[in-house]
């Protein structure tokens, strides 16, 4: 019944003629047709096959290497659950280089980060307890800030606006996706302005970060370090009453050593001011927190397609590869071992989140690593599902078919790949990539340029209308 449905749907549209099936040529001739309506520019390239077989189906473009978004994500979570594994656990440490002695550590108190790219306030706030539960009341040296654990980097992408809370910096000491969340609201003819750590139980203050309000209107906001703090202006005809949003943090370190500072001392724990260090000191784990699985990690990334999640965990996975483990060659081991794994053609990954657009890969490659890794790693069960839409842009009501995948957007780029179950039950794995990088180069740090939106909105629709013919034509 829902084959039917689909099919009268496509007769209706004029997708398929009422003579039935098309063959191969007249298949194509139809998807070029929708290719052409969604009057995208760029290119569009895609591969549908069968999960079971591998045959393909359908492709257009298939080797022509493209900038995936945040599809690399999927690359990424193959390459650390095969790595890592799936119960893999991110551990930050604070660490004693001496004993404890009448409660006083005899030497440094080290908050060594992990890498944990999910650490939060509340977890901070928690360790700090647990230091307190310990019998630590102080220390007779330093409170030391190690994030080694993964290279630094001042940005994932650096044609990104300078104010998106996307585009933190990477580092091995991670609090909340290393951003620090900037209020605002009148307060007489002005504005009161605030910089904190936000959790769900606790929002301390944060002094390393601080803002002020410029007589201007654009651009929205500078950035500048300077005197050991991160100083951020903002356009005071931006705001309206009262707001709120997440500002980057380009130096997490120091960000985390500020909050832990101030959630020890309301354990009674008081503290030296926080020095960064380079190397690890020895001495024994005092109190620690994990993370959450890695397959649970996953999810959320692929859920809420977090670029610092991405980063963390395929830098790590690189580490614990025994390669360099800096953005870039992390990028690059992966690509090796991708093309170790399924083959393939041109594959190059500058990053492991997608947000840069130099990463390439074509469809075929995409969907060869789907089909030959994604089902031992449990990949599906990871991916959201994927609501359909209708020629408007509106979701499809009463989907008829399951449709698992992780979506992939930048300005002018969009992108999905994954797994659809056909009415009848055949399991189809697909890739699609649509992407004007012309237009993108042309649009560079802005955070919305002009026609992006509804450049995104189409390409949607066509992503849509292509898995509905999939559905139609093979799902037999």
Avoid: C
Wanted: glycine share 12%; no cysteine.
């Amino acid at each position: 019944m829902f084959r039917r449905d689909l099919l009268n749907g496509l007769l209706a549209g004029g997708l398929i003629t009422a003579a039935g099936l098309p063959g191969r040529a007249q298949a194509q001739s139809q998807a070029e047709a929708l290719v052409s309506a969604a009057g995208l520019g760029g290119d569009v390239a895609y591969v549908v096959a069968d999960l079971r077989t591998g045959l393909v189906l359908e492709e257009r473009g298939a080797s022509k290497p493209m900038a995936p978004a945040s599809t690399a994500k999927v690359i990424t979570s193959l390459y650390a659950l095969e790595t890592l594994g799936p119960e893999f656990r991110f551990v930050t440490r604070l660490v004693a280089t001496g004993p404890v002695v009448g409660g006083i550590v005899q030497g440094d108190l080290v908050l060594a980060g992990g890498g944990d790219p999910t650490l939060g306030t509340d977890d901070l706030a928690d360790l700090a307890a647990d230091l307190a539960r310990a019998g630590v009341r102080g220390v007779s040296g330093r409170f030391l800030i190690w994030g080694g654990a993964i290279p630094y980097a001042g940005e994932i992408d650096r044609e990104q606006p300078v104010h998106v809370g996307y585009n933190p910096a990477i580092s091995g000491m991670i609090l909340n996706y290393n951003r620090v969340h900037f209020e605002w609201r009148r307060a007489g003819s002005g504005y009161q302005l605030g910089m904190d750590a936000r959790g769900a139980k606790v929002q301390p203050r944060a002094y390393t970060a601080d803002a002020s309000l410029s007589n201007r209107k654009a651009p929205l906001f500078t950035y500048e370090q300077r005197g050991g703090k991160e100083h951020w202006t903002v356009a005071a005809g931006a705001l309206g009453k009262a707001g709120s949003r997440w500002l980057p943090v380009r130096d997490p370190t120091a960000y985390a050593g500020d909050v832990f500072q101030t959630l020890a001392r309301a354990q009674g724990v008081p503290l030296p001011a926080p020095q960064n260090v380079e190397a690890l000191p020895g001495g024994t784990v005092v109190a620690s927190h994990a993370s959450a699985p890695l397959s649970v990690i996953l999810r959320d990334m692929m859920k809420y397609s977090t670029n610092l999640t991405a980063e963390a965990v395929g830098m790590t996975t690189s580490r614990y590869r025994k390669v360099n483990a800096s953005r870039g060659a992390s990028g690059a081991a992966m690509a090796e071992w991708l093309k170790a794994r399924v083959g393939g053609g041109t594959l190059k990954f500058a990053d492991h989140s997608g947000l840069g657009a130099d990463t390439r890969i074509s469809a075929m490659d995409m969907v060869r690593a789907l089909r030959l890794l994604g089902p031992q790693a449990g990949l599906r069960g990871l991916m959201k599902g994927f609501d359909l839409r209708d020629e408007t842009g509106r979701k499809l009501q009463n989907q008829p078919f399951a449709i698992d995948a992780k979506t992939g957007t930048l300005n002018f780029v969009s992108t999905l790949a994954g797994y659809m179950t056909a009415p009848d039950g055949t399991e189809l794995v697909f890739a699609i990539f649509t992407g004007d990088l012309g237009r993108r180069a042309r649009a560079a740090r802005q955070e919305q340029p002009e026609g992006s939106v509804g450049w995104v909105k189409r390409s949607k629709i066509l992503q849509s209308q292509l898995l509905m013919r999939w559905a139609a034509l093979y799902g037999s």
